[in-house]
């Protein structure tokens, strides 16, 4: 007999896109592979994989436009600005709180990088606590001027609790021709960006922390945009697999060089964001996961955010012990496919175990309904 499969839903009762949920899923663990990789292998070499995998902020960013507009566009006649960030906050910040923890004890703990994790204990405990509240912190030795010091994926947190503000305040109120237009200036500054960057792995460090809420307006908006319009788009069914295996052929091409003036690289950066990314989530959100993949892509839904935001503290331990052991090929390849699972797991772990038991325990607490977006 076949278990019936139990249908995850949003807090008002509605089905998720589970494809969509999958994609996430697997563009968090591309993350992973590409910070395990080229911190160890100092980002070049035929082992730093996937180098456009900073691109997964980006898609995080239009998935995120996306479920938002879903969940909430046609709750607004029955709930409040200040019962929607309750939500979010509880959606939303007990993993910042954690991954702000996980950050502070693998820099004072990490066995293999004590002369370059030198701070002092006031800085320390500032960037503590800016951690926490998920504002930018104080640079701190053994960093690279990342504007969240002690876990660096939060950045892109910060920038999501920014477009959950925008949203409640002004986005949500506008028409899917008012989106389009601002999807499209913020999309032209966006090529002009890349062209003169080289590529859009900015705004998570503090000489170019500018570049964050412009990549932010422009994958936020156009998945709000995509959202209010994709029952008037026809796209192919595709499922979780090939999307899947299009993003990671899209993370793992090559470094493109400039001609000129031009930089081939920033272009297609930009191209991937502004063409690729909204193809994918058409066809994701028209697609079914079926019976053999619909587990799969709630687990992987599920997971995708307490594995970005916890795993850089091991990320940063593994490129301690490559860069100062010197370890051989074979040594630093098996160290780097232990901590892949071990980062999955305490993932898991915290999700289950942390994650899960806080929001419902607030969401009992202030009387929410439960919400999984």
Known sequence: MNVPVVVDRTSSGK????????????????????????????????????????????FFFALSGFVVAYAYDDRWTRMSILQFFRIRLIRLHPLVLIGATLGLLGYLFD??????????????????????????????????????????PA???????????????????????????????????????????????????????WMAPLR???????????YRVH????????????????LVVCFQMPVFPKVGEYSLNGFYDAACVLLLFPVIILCGAHSNAGTGMIRLCKFSGHLSYPLYITHIPFVYVLAGYSWTRHPSLDV??????????????VGWLILKYFDEPVRAWLTQRYGIKRTTV
């Open 111 to 152: 066995p293999f990088s004590k002369a370059s994790n030198h701070t002092d204990a006031p800085m320390l405990l500032l960037a503590y606590i800016t951690s926490l509240l998920l504002l930018p912190s104080p640079p701190v030795g053994g960093r690279h001027n990342e504007t969240q010091a002690l876990n660096g």
């Open 216 to 226: 932010l307006t422009v994958s936020f908006v156009m998945g709000l945009w995509l």
């Open 15 to 58: 089905e998720h896109f589970e494809v969509l949920d999958g994609l996430r899923g697997s563009a968090a663990f591309l993350i992973v592979i590409f910070h395990v990789f080229n911190y160890s292998f100092g980002f070049h070499g035929p082992w730093a994989l996937v180098k456009h995998a900073y691109l997964a902020v980006d």
């Open 155 to 209: 950045w892109s947190l910060m920038q999501e609790y920014l477009a959950n503000i925008a949203y409640a305040l002004i986005l949500r109120r506008l028409r899917p021709l008012t989106l389009a237009i601002i999807f499209g200036i913020s999309g032209f500054l966006l090529i002009w960006t890349v062209n003169a960057q080289g590529s859009l792995d900015g705004g998570w460090d503090y000489p170019r922390i």
């Open 332 to 345: 630093k390849l098996t160290w780097i496919f232990l901590t892949i699972p071990f980062a999955i797991i």
């Open 231 to 246: 029952d008037r788009i026809r796209v192919p069914k595709i499922g979780l697999l090939l999307l899947s295996i299009v």
